[in-house]
């Protein structure tokens, strides 16, 4: 997924384009999470990684703004 949409001052992998990513809930009800959760856990995870925590919040801003944009209700 990083590869894909690298986080900011990260090169994009293997010479891959940079394609919008999103972060989501499939089925709530059915996989017990939340959008918030995964989020949390995504954010987690780059932190551990060793992003910054400012830096992991942007990216997963971008994620926000890239959903938002590829709704399919308007």
């Not at 690298?6 to 994009?12: F, K």
């Not at 940079?18 to 939340?34: E, F, I």
């Not at 959008?35 to 954010?43: H, I, P, V």
Request: charged fraction near 15%; hydrophobic fraction near 50%.
């Amino acid at each position: 997924m990083f590869r894909l949409q690298p986080w900011e001052g990260a090169a994009a992998g293997d010479g891959l384009p940079v394609v919008p990513v999103t972060v989501s809930a499939d089925d709530p009800l059915q996989l017990a999470t939340r959008l918030s959760d995964e989020l949390a856990y995504a954010w987690a995870g780059m932190v551990q990684c060793g992003v910054a925590p400012s830096v992991a919040n942007a990216w997963l801003q971008r994620c926000t703004v890239n959903a938002w944009r590829g709704r399919f209700a308007r």
